[in-house]
């Protein structure tokens, strides 16, 4: 296997931080459940089960928004750029097997007014003839690089 030309490492800052609070918010709500299932004095039966029953669904939610997080830290591999193929993470291909690039634009738009744009984020979507498709999120990766470094290699 030749040498990689140009190596993009993906940015996961904002799904670490999502991973990590959403595991402290999972343990702090399992407590609560706890402790809350624990015989108290001073407050009635009823308003504990209702307490313990949100913190139990609220400690679901996080557990479940840590999972997703970690995954998607999991399935964002490096990309690596060669004379003649592209590798993201475990999935090689070569330069021929790519029938298009296309950058998209995501575009959040304001509840309160649908003509104003929030954010813009812009996409990467390769897609290969096989039918995968690839799709890079310049908040994972130095888009305007990347594919400037995928162009020059291919050619285009």
Known sequence: MTEALYTFTPNHSSDQVTFWSSIAITVVAIFLTVRMLKRQEGMDYNRRMLLAMLFFFGGIIAAGTAFFSGWSMYKQGTVYLYEDA???????????????????????????????????????????????????????????????????IKGD
């Open 86 to 152: 592209v590798r993201i993470g475990e999935e090689r291909f070569a330069f021929t097997d790519i029938r298009r690039m296309v950058v998209k634009e995501d575009k959040g738009q304001s509840f309160v007014n649908p003509q104003i744009t929030t954010r813009t984020t812009r996409i990467l979507l390769i897609e290969l003839k096989n039918g995968h498709v690839f799709a890079l999120s310049e908040e994972q990766y130095p888009l305007a690089d990347l594919l400037g470094r995928l162009k020059e």
